[in-house]
């Protein structure tokens, strides 16, 4: 059950990763921010993906 669960694990980071990917990271954050605010969760959400974006651009900086 255990490798299940890793197995999907698996295919939801990667899922994400192409669409960061494919839509850019400043879109595809926009879009989780629209949808969050449709579903009702803004302040905390919102924070939470502008943390992960100012996050992941830096990790992004020092890379390249």
Known sequence: MLHLG??????IAGITI??????????FF???QKG??????T?????LTNDL???ISKIVKNTT
């Open 30 to 32: 926009a879009g989780v």
């Open 18 to 27: 192409l669409g960061i990917i494919g839509l850019g990271l400043n879109t």
């Open 6 to 11: 890793m197995i999907l694990l698996l295919i």
């Open 53 to 55: 974006e100012n996050s």
């Open 36 to 41: 969050a605010e449709k579903v009702g969760i």
């Open 43 to 47: 302040k905390a959400f919102k924070n």
